[in-house]
């Protein structure tokens, strides 16, 4: 019975093919979902290619219109087969069509960065996933079914309890540690693990480059910024750059490089990234800090970048003391 996995982010990947590993599952088909960030989709074709894949289905969301007739078809084509299991993450029309319709025996979710955590506490805890929008009823008229009924379980790295009929399964990496982690160089420069916070409206650029500008002063270590993979390299940025600030488009996902390069990083400073939950488990020799930034400085989604700042803590990852502006 063939396996099948629906994706659409390089970090979603990384998950497939350790869930692939972890449940020793063989015949798996892959669904990736292209978006309009060539980035990802460069670093997701990258990822794809480590795995012989029984087959691949390429969905394509880049153009903007109506993918209703397009997803109709594309679903009554998977209902034709039972599987064994199917991972996903997002919670898109396709996402939730495909798990109301498609048959199999297990459901998994496979984390999405910090949203996971997101998603657990307002979505899947209060039991809010069957919460339709008008234009999801639409389906109804085509004989598809809209209404998730079988319990989806988790496959997490992070510290989730269980709910309800759901159970929460350790994603420890373990495979990308045993097949990258054999030898490695400590390397004592200091990561800058970029977010794109100001181009997604989360925080004022003037905000942003205050705590960059409060980071380079607490270290006299070469600086590695490596920007996020959504994140806009401004020209403001660019000033920074000197024999000890560099800016390193890497073009795959952290975790990655840091495996390819045979690095061990000594000290890895951010934000709010999921980075920390992976890199803690490939890395637990690393200083790793974060900076808090106070809610009253945040445009928007306080709540969850609390919540979020709350896990991080958990994780034991130290804060980083920077002075505010007066």
């Not at 380079?216 to 806009?232: A, G």
């Not at 750059?241 to 390193?248: A, P, Q």
């Not at 809610?295 to 920077?322: A, V």
Request: no cysteine; hydrophobic share 40%.
């Amino acid at each position: 019975m063939d396996n099948l996995f629906i994706v659409r982010s390089p970090l979603q990947i990384i998950n497939a093919l350790e869930a692939i590993e972890y449940f020793k599952l063989e015949n798996n088909i892959l669904i990736i979902i292209y978006n309009n960030i060539d980035n990802t989709n460069i670093q997701m074709d990258k990822l794809i290619s480590l795995y012989q894949w029984k087959e691949i289905i390429y969905v394509n969301e880049k153009k903007k219109r109506s993918k209703y007739f397009e997803y109709i078809s594309f679903v009554y084509k998977l209902k034709k087969k039972r599987y064994n299991y199917l991972f996903f993450s997002n919670l898109g029309s396709i996402h939730k069509l495909i798990l109301a319709n498609v048959k199999r025996e297990h459901t998994y979710y496979i984390d999405d960065g910090v949203e996971t955590l997101i998603r657990y506490k307002n979505i899947f805890l209060p039991n809010k996933l069957n919460q339709h929008s008008f234009r999801q009823l639409r389906f109804l008229i085509a004989g598809l079914k809209i209404f998730i009924e079988e319990p989806i379980h988790f496959f997490t790295y992070f510290n989730l309890k269980s709910f309800r009929e759901s159970k929460i399964i350790n994603n420890s990496l373990e495979h990308f540690q045993k097949k990258y982690l054999s030898e490695f160089i400590e390397d004592d420069k200091v990561y800058i693990l970029g977010q794109p916070l100001v181009s997604v409206g989360l925080l004022k650029e003037e905000d942003y480059f205050f705590y960059l500008e409060a980071i380079i002063k607490l270290t006299d270590k070469k600086i590695v910024y490596i920007p996020h993979r959504t994140e806009i390299i401004s020209k403001r940025l660019q000033n920074f750059e000197d024999e000890s600030f560099e800016i390193l488009n890497i073009g795959m996902p952290i975790e990655l490089y840091f495996l390819e390069q045979k690095i061990y990083p000594q000290h890895i400073i951010s934000f709010i990234t999921t980075a920390f939950f992976t890199l803690m488990k490939l890395y637990p020799k690393t200083h790793m800090q974060y900076v808090y930034i106070p809610s009253s400085k945040i445009l928007r989604n306080r709540q969850d970048i609390e919540n979020t700042y709350e896990s991080i803590k958990e994780l034991g990852i130290e804060k980083l003391s920077i002075d505010e502006k007066a």
